[in-house]
Every structure is written in C-alpha cells, then in structure tokens.
C-alpha cells in the first residue's frame, strides 16, 4: 500500500504561479512512475505530467513549457511547479502513482483544488 498526501493548491489570479506538492508512504521503495493529473468540472481526468525513476518526464501538451515536475527522492516528495497559469488550468489536481512491474498497482491523492482566475 502506499498512501499520497497533496497539498499546496490554492485560488491564484491568471499569469501567476503555484507549487504543488505530493507527499507518498508506505510502501514508496516499490513505485517506479509518479504523476499528477487533473480534473476540470465536466471534463474527463487528464495526465499533466509524469516522472519516473529514471528521470525521464513527460507532459500533457496544454502544460508544456508551463509547467516542471520534479522528486525528491529522500522525501519521498514530488512536486509539480506551475507557472503562466491561466484559468484553463482550473481543476483538481491528483497525485498518482505506480507500483510493481509484472502486476501493476496505482494509487490516488485525494486531490487538491487549483483555481485560477481571470
């Protein structure tokens, strides 16, 4: 099991920027991709961006350039640092990861709320 604790969503005006955090325990020696994804009002969730232990990144095409995801392995911490944020980018957003090769696990954030407003 491994549990993912979000924080550091908030209300920011168009143009500005926020920091997201995500916090995993439990069993974090057994993920191999993290990511953060999103959900807006009456839209499907969608992959904003995506690291895994490699360090190979990946992003969703309205985030590229915008926004930078990045992990510290000690803490067991990912971040997504968003930046020209525009109210497009309204929405939940969830940590997610991945566990195990052959069978694979994922696990949810609860979510924290990003609102940008114009």
Request: glycine share 14%; hydrophobic share 30%.
């Amino acid at each position: 099991q491994v549990q993912l604790v979000e924080s550091g969503g908030g209300l920011v005006q168009a143009g500005g920027s926020l920091k997201l955090s995500c916090v995993a325990s439990g069993r974090t020696s057994s993920i191999h991709t993290m990511g953060w994804y999103r959900q807006a009002p009456g839209k499907q969730r969608e992959l904003v961006a995506g690291l895994t232990t490699g360090g190979n990144s990946n992003y969703g095409d309205s985030v590229k350039g915008r926004f930078t995801v990045s992990r510290d392995n000690a803490k067991n911490t990912m971040y997504l640092q968003m930046n020209s944020l525009n109210p497009e980018d309204t929405g939940v957003y969830y940590c997610n990861v991945k566990v195990g090769r052959v069978i694979v696990a994922e696990y949810w954030g609860q979510g924290t709320q990003v609102t940008v407003s114009s």
